[in-house]
């Protein structure tokens, strides 16, 4: 069984930075495929914010993140980090890892229901 433990939320002032962490652990030590955010802010769905495959190391994000959030990985912890700058209160929401065990086609990396493992979430605040 595979588990997502996310770390790094917080609260922060617009204009700052924070790093979320995400580990996963399991006793067999499965390769997850695709690991990647997404966030959920009161009152609106889960969506998605980033993502990067093991494979080809692909990346990819939701337009508002570009430029000020960048995804990152180490396969041999199967952990994924977020490093988020220039936050503004827009990006408070709370913060959920997200995993794969096998690939996903591009056109599935953004959907949520297209990922098998989902961490328990850490909450981000962007006070204006």
């Known amino acids: 069984q595979v588990q997502l433990v996310e770390s790094g939320g917080g609260l922060v002032q617009a204009g700052g930075s924070l790093r979320l962490s995400c580990a996963a652990s399991?006793?067999?030590?499965?390769?997850?495929?695709?690991m990647g955010w997404f966030r959920q802010a009161p009152g609106k769905e889960r969506e998605f914010v980033a993502v990067v495959r093991s494979g080809d190391g692909n990346r990819y994000y939701r337009d508002s993140v570009k430029g000020r959030f960048t995804i990152s990985r180490d396969n041999a912890k199967n952990s994924v980090y977020l490093q988020m700058d220039s936050l503004n209160p827009e990006d408070t929401a709370v913060y959920y890892c997200?995993?794969?065990?096998?690939?996903?086609?591009?056109?599935?990396?953004?959907?949520?229901?297209?990922?098998?493992?989902w961490g328990q979430g850490t909450q981000v605040t962007v006070s204006s």
């Open positions: 399991d006793r067999t030590s499965t390769t997850l495929n695709t």
């Open positions: 997200a995993a794969n065990r096998n690939g996903l086609i591009t056109s599935s990396l953004r959907t949520a229901e297209s990922y098998g493992y």
